[in-house]
């Protein structure tokens, strides 16, 4: 009895080893691709909504319209919205699309719902990055196709001045590119007294130039600057010293709010990456969920 016994066990071990696995993958790629188009479409039907209200609540004119604080919050809100529709839309869709699997676990069913939550959004996430870059590039491309039928006319045109252009032309260009008018400037620097400079606006303008390079103009540079400021406008050394230092402070003061606008620029765009790695991370999670609903839902109608 107790030989049978075992045989029997082991004959049902044996049948239970070869049960037959499925013939049909566990992924509804359907039902995913799906999705995607449905996320995808709504994405870019929020972005532009979202694009329209940004547009009409900045304003050109001072103090009008919404702070820069103000639409970068609002800019930041809106795409963590715009993760939550559209991803939440696709990721339900294809919960409800996918097909209905047959004596699988309540566990692997809401395992499996929540990886296609997670494949439509990945795939509509691409979609969307692809055609932005698509639009990107293309519209880069025309900028630079612009800029270079620009640069080849003024190329034409200079060549059609000189009646000439040699390979020892362009070699002497690239050789004296890297001398700096204000180099050539200090080398033939002379001012007497009573006698403008005949290229003091010129010489002014590389001085001032390489003072906002360097961070600050020499007091050899300003002294010299106050000689042809005097020599030109026949005032005294003094007053043409005044003039000058105020002039390098307002050069100064605008290369600094140049800069403090760029630092601002920078400070936007790292917190616009950020805001958006974020709306992402929501708009997976989202997905999943949704798929999640709508596959329970599928299963508890039919």
Not at 184 to 211: C, K, M, Q, W, Y
Request: with cysteine; charged share 15%.
């Amino acid at each position: 009895m107790s030989t049978t016994m075992y045989e029997r066990a082991a004959r049902a071990g044996a049948v239970a080893d070869a049960a037959p696995e499925a013939n049909t993958s566990a992924v509804s790629w359907a039902a995913i691709f799906a999705g995607a188009v449905v996320a995808a479409a709504a994405s870019v039907v929020l972005v532009a909504l979202g694009s329209g209200l940004g547009f009409a609540a900045i304003s050109p004119w001072n103090n009008s319209g919404a702070s820069l604080k103000t639409f970068a919050v609002s800019t930041g809100v809106w795409l963590i919205v715009v993760q939550w529709l559209a991803s939440g839309l696709g990721g339900y869709v294809t919960g409800r699309l996918r097909t209905k699997w047959v004596g699988a676990h309540t566990h692997e069913v809401f395992f499996r719902d929540t990886a296609h939550g997670a494949v439509t959004w990945a795939l509509a996430t691409l979609v969307v990055a692809l055609g932005a870059a698509l639009a990107t590039s293309s519209a880069v491309g025309a900028g630079a196709r612009a800029a270079a039928a620009g640069a080849a006319d003024v190329a034409q045109a200079t060549v059609g001045a000189s009646g000439s252009s040699s390979v020892s032309g362009s070699s002497d260009a690239a050789a004296t590119s890297a001398v700096s008018g204000y180099d050539v400037d200090r080398l033939f620097r002379s001012v007497r007294a009573g006698e403008p400079s005949a290229n003091a606006r010129a010489e002014a303008t590389h001085i001032l130039a390489r003072g906002i390079a360097d961070g600050k103009v020499s007091a050899e540079d300003r002294a010299y600057l106050a000689q042809l400021v005097a020599a030109r406008d026949g005032i005294s050394e003094s007053d043409a010293q005044m003039r000058v230092d105020n002039v390098i402070e307002q050069v100064q003061a605008a290369e600094l709010r140049v800069r403090q606008g760029a630092d601002t620029a920078r400070k936007a765009a790292a917190a616009a990456s950020i805001c958006t790695a974020l709306a992402l991370l929501i708009g997976a999670f989202i997905a999943c969920v949704a798929a999640a609903l709508g596959g329970r839902q599928r299963d508890e109608v039919l």
